[in-house]
């Protein structure tokens, strides 16, 4: 089979995560470019990867023959970027969030689908042999019925952190802080393996700790779903480190701790299970540890939607569920009201 002709816009910190993937598929895959309006990380990424450098996406679009873009820019380009690449009929991924509002992200779907081009959005834990654990003790019903879910992020966003970007900790290049940034996961993964349907979101968020920026650095709130489930949430970048994430689910037949790679399910009559995510063979060459390790399997599973041969698991379709409570909390926030789904 053909190789995939891939492109990538944005050369900043989270590109390493999908240069290693791609490299990793390099028998279905090759990067053909990679455009980032700061020419000098563009051009690094081309001398290294051996593949052509832009400065403008559109011109990128224009003039190469791709078959697939990772979008990997700032929050506030990511539906503009997804929308130009549907309407050249180029099959994009782009990193979570899929935008800054829920309406824009929808109309982006609505697209893609009208268009028939895949649309896919990183959501990488969900691909951890933890999460997955849990998930399926849900699905083959070995937990019983879900009661109810709690979930924790304590983790460090120290000034410095938002003084290196000219986007991060901005209403509207960012879209919020801790929330649509950070959090954003943990909400994923809990309402992945809830998998109800959502009855109302209510949440409250501050600034607590942070001087230079006006975005929110601690929130929490509560999902209800139809069937009496509430998952409440606390987060704040305002801890001392990063702290695993931590998601509690408590069932009739026992109750599981998942964190990013590791889960351990303790069932009632004292049998437990344990799993500690392994890592595929890819090499990304740095990153962040909370990144974890699954860009490489989530983008092998969007290569191999794009060849036919699997269906996308994670379309703009299915990640508009969080993009969703993401506003919903933004919403509830701000107005003090409760949003009703
Ligand atoms: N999945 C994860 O766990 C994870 C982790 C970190 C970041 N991210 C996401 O990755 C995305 C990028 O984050 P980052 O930390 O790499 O940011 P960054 O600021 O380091 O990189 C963004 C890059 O986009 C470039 N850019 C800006 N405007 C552009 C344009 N018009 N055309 C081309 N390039 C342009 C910038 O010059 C910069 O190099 C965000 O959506 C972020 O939330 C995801």
């Known amino acids: 089979m053909k190789k995939l ?23 279905e895959a090759e990067l053909v470019c990679i455009c980032d309006i700061i020419k000098e990380r563009a051009n690094e990424v081309a001398e290294k990867y051996h593949c052509r450098a832009y400065y403008d996406y559109v011109e990128m679009l224009e003039k190469e023959q791709l078959d697939v873009v990772h979008v990997c820019t700032p ?15 180029v099959a994009v991924i782009t990193e979570k969030p899929m935008g800054i509002n829920y309406e824009e992200s929808l109309k982006a779907v609505e697209l893609a689908e ?50 290196q ?26 309402n992945w393996i809830i998998a109800e349907e959502i009855e109302s979101v209510a949440a409250s968020m501050a600034n607590r700790g942070h001087e230079i920026v006006k975005v929110e650095d601690t929130a929490e709130g509560m999902i209800r779903y139809k069937n009496g489930i509430k998952y409440n949430f606390y987060c704040t970048n305002n ?49 962040k540890e909370y990144w974890g390790v699954m860009h490489a399997k989530q983008i092998e599973q969007f ?39």
């Open 5 to 27: 002709r891939v492109g990538i816009i944005g050369a900043g910190r989270i590109t390493i995560m999908h240069l290693g993937s791609i490299d990793y598929m390099k028998d």
């Open 75 to 89: 929050h506030y380009l990511h539906i503009p970027m997804v929308t130009a690449c549907i309407e050249k009929g």
């Open 114 to 163: 009208k268009k028939g081009v895949l649309f896919g959005v990183i959501f990488q834990c969900r691909y951890n042999d933890s999460s997955i654990l849990v998930k399926q003790a849900f699905e083959s019903g070995a937990l019983g019925k879900l009661k109810g879910v709690v979930s924790t992020l304590t983790w460090s966003r120290p000034d410095d952190y938002y003084l």
């Open 165 to 190: 970007s000219d986007w991060k900790g901005t209403w509207d290049k960012e879209g919020g802080g801790v929330i649509i940034d950070q959090v954003i996961h943990s909400l994923d993964l809990a």
């Open 239 to 287: 801890y001392v480190f990063d702290e695993p994430i931590e998601i509690k689910f408590f069932a009739e037949k026992g109750k599981a701790l998942l964190t990013y790679d590791y889960a351990v399910i303790q069932y009632n009559d004292g049998r437990v299970e344990r799993v500690e995510t392994k890592a595929p063979a890819v090499v990304y060459g740095g990153g």
């Open 303 to 341: 290569y191999h939607s794009v060849q036919g041969k699997e269906e996308l698991q994670i379309s703009g379709r299915e990640a508009l569920k969080t993009q969703r409570i993401v506003n919903a909390i933004y919403d509830s926030a701000k107005s003090g009201k409760i949003i009703k789904f």
